[in-house]
C-alpha cells in the first residue's frame, strides 16, 4: 500500500465543471506537493503547501494536517487542464524523501 | 519550460547497447535528481546529486550509472538493460536538497524502449 493515496484514479468532466481531487497520506509530512503531468510527459510544480490554503489563478490547494488530507481544486474547467495531477508528501531534515501518489488521469471535455 | 533539458526525448535501444542520457538544468540550482515513471506507477526516485556529491541511491541496478560532472549537468549511463527498463525517466532539480521544503523543476523527460 502506497504511503500515499490519490482519489479518483481518473475523472472526466464537462467544461466549466468545479473539479476536485483528493489526496490521503498515511504518516506525518512536512509539506504536500501538488504536480501537474501534461500528455508528453513534462512535470510541472502547482503548489507546495504545509498548511491552510494556496490559491493559483484557477486552481486552489488544502490541506488538514490533523486529518493527514489535502485536496486539489479547479473551477470553471477547461479542456487545457486536461493532465495527470499527483500529490506528493515531503518528509523533510534528516529522512528527506519524497513519496508520490499514483496520479489522477483528468480529462475535461468540450 | 522550467529551465531543465533532457535529451534525447525518446530512445530506442537493444539489451546490448550502451546509451546515455543527459540532463541539463539553467536555474543555478545545487541539487539534481534521476526519477523513473513506469506505466500506473508512482514516480521512483533512482538518484539524487547535492552539490555534485551522490547523496542518495535507491537500490537501483548497476546497469545504470549516474554522472554529475559539475552542477549543472546530469547524465544517466545505460547499458544491457531489460525490456521491463522501459520508461520515462525524469531528471529535476531543486536549490538544494531539502525535499520538505524545496520546490522542484523537471525536465521533459526521456521515453526510453528496450527492446
Known amino acids: 500500500k502506497n504511503e500515499v493515496e490519490q482519489s479518483p484514479q481518473n475523472l472526466t468532466a464537462q467544461e466549466g465543471e468545479f473539479i476536485t481531487i483528493n489526496c490521503s497520506y498515511s504518516?506525518?509530512?512536512?509539506?504536500l506537493h501538488w504536480l501537474q503531468q501534461h500528455p508528453g510527459g513534462g512535470i510541472v510544480s502547482l503548489f507546495m503547501?504545509?498548511?491552510g490554503k494556496k490559491k493559483h489563478g484557477r486552481l486552489i490547494a488544502t490541506i488538514n494536517i490533523q486529518e493527514k488530507h489535502s485536496s486539489l481544486h479547479i473551477t470553471a474547467s477547461h479542456p487545457r487542464d486536461s493532465a495527470v495531477y499527483i500529490c506528493?508528501?515531503?518528509?523533510?531534515?534528516?529522512?528527506?524523501?519524497?513519496?508520490f501518489g499514483t496520479g489522477t488521469l483528468l480529462a475535461v471535455q468540450p | 519550460e522550467t529551465g531543465v533539458t533532457q535529451t534525447p526525448r525518446h530512445l530506442v535501444m537493444g539489451m546490448t547497447n550502451k546509451k546515455s542520457l543527459k540532463c541539463e538544468q539553467h536555474?543555478?540550482?545545487?541539487?539534481m535528481y534521476w526519477y523513473k515513471q513506469s506505466a500506473k506507477k508512482p514516480l521512483e526516485l533512482m538518484f539524487v546529486?547535492?552539490?555534485?556529491?551522490?547523496?542518495e541511491n535507491n537500490s537501483v541496478p548497476s546497469r545504470f550509472s549516474p554522472e554529475c560532472p559539475n552542477s549543472s549537468h546530469l547524465f544517466l549511463h545505460l547499458h544491457t538493460l531489460q525490456p521491463e527498463d522501459s520508461a520515462l525517466y525524469l531528471c529535476?532539480?531543486?536549490?538544494?536538497?531539502?525535499?520538505?521544503?524545496?520546490?522542484?523543476?523537471f525536465g521533459p523527460g526521456t521515453r526510453l524502449t528496450v527492446l
Open positions: 506528493a508528501g515531503a518528509y523533510g531534515g534528516a529522512t528527506n524523501k519524497l513519496i
Open positions: 503547501l504545509s498548511s
Open positions: 536555474l543555478g540550482h545545487n541539487a
Open positions: 546529486y547535492s552539490l555534485e556529491e551522490r547523496v
Open positions: 504518516v506525518g509530512i512536512s509539506a
Open positions: 529535476a532539480s531543486s536549490q538544494d536538497f531539502d525535499l520538505g521544503t524545496d520546490t522542484q523543476y
